[in-house]
């Protein structure tokens, strides 16, 4: 499994731990504590989480002689990281014109909302982005063994 | 000049034609009934919609092969710089509102299609500008 694999994993494991921790807290400050669905909302504080995915790219660094990216590596990491777009701008544009048929032409959002839709953008890219590399690169890590 | 440099050019005209226009109509709106009406001028970012027929008017040549590895390399590189430059466009526009506006204030829904309709132009036109960068300004490169 080479370095682009191991971060596609763990960044993977981050964002599925940073949504399971932000929805289990939504579902128990909504439904034990029975706070408001606005302030329950507050629970999504924990998908900032995914930021712990940047935090230390130094621990995947190569040890080995081999050069650490190749033609190959770069074509899967551009391939990935143009899917990862795909899948997030079908999305954007969901999440923009959804409150123009739920509020009317008229409506207001709140500002924090163009706040959620960017997260939310970050967070589909970067799942997009992981699930590419190890699709590319096949399931068992032999592609790119290093 | 091959097919996607045709593209890239004619969407830049476009885009540079749809921007000035809605300067322009922004600008004389202003001055005769002031803002925010004078906001509709954005209606003719609209004309960045004529970009949806450049495949149309610039038609792939079936005759010969019009597409190696090093034009894939190329659409891959400018489809990447267009992705990138968009999303930085989206958290410029969410940063912009959010210091305009305030963290308690909100928007118009329709301000919510302007930032799709920027995102879109934003990708267009730095795509548009990575292509023709990246084959040379003079078209000498790539001949077809």
Known sequence: MNRWQKEARFTLIVMAVALALSLVTVGVLRFVFGFEWRSAMAGFGFISLMALSRVDPSMFRIKSKKPPLDERDLLIKRKAMIAAYWGFWPIFVLMAMAPFFVYGPDGKVPVIYLCSMVFAGMFVVMTLYSIAILQEYGRGGKDGGQ | ?144
Not at chain 2, 33 to 45: E, V
């Open chain 2, 1 to 144: 000049m091959n097919r996607w440099q045709k593209i890239a050019w004619f969407n830049l005209v476009i885009i540079a034609s749809a921007l000035l226009l809605s300067g322009a109509a922004i600008t004389i709106l202003a001055i005769l009934a002031g803002f925010p009406k004078a906001l509709g001028g954005f209606g003719c970012l609209g004309l960045g919609g004529l970009m949806g027929l450049s495949p149309l008017l610039f038609r792939k040549d079936k005759s010969k092969v019009s597409f190696d590895e090093r034009d894939v390399l190329f659409a891959r590189t400018a489809a990447f710089g267009g992705f990138c430059a968009s999303y930085l466009f989206f958290v410029a526009f969410f940063v912009t509102a959010l210091l305009v506006i305030g963290v308690n204030g909100s928007v118009s829904v329709s301000a919510l299609g302007i930032m799709v309709v920027g995102g879109y132009i934003t990708h267009s036109l730095v795509w548009s500008i990575a292509i023709i960068v990246q084959y040379g300004r003079e078209g000498r490169e790539r001949e077809s």
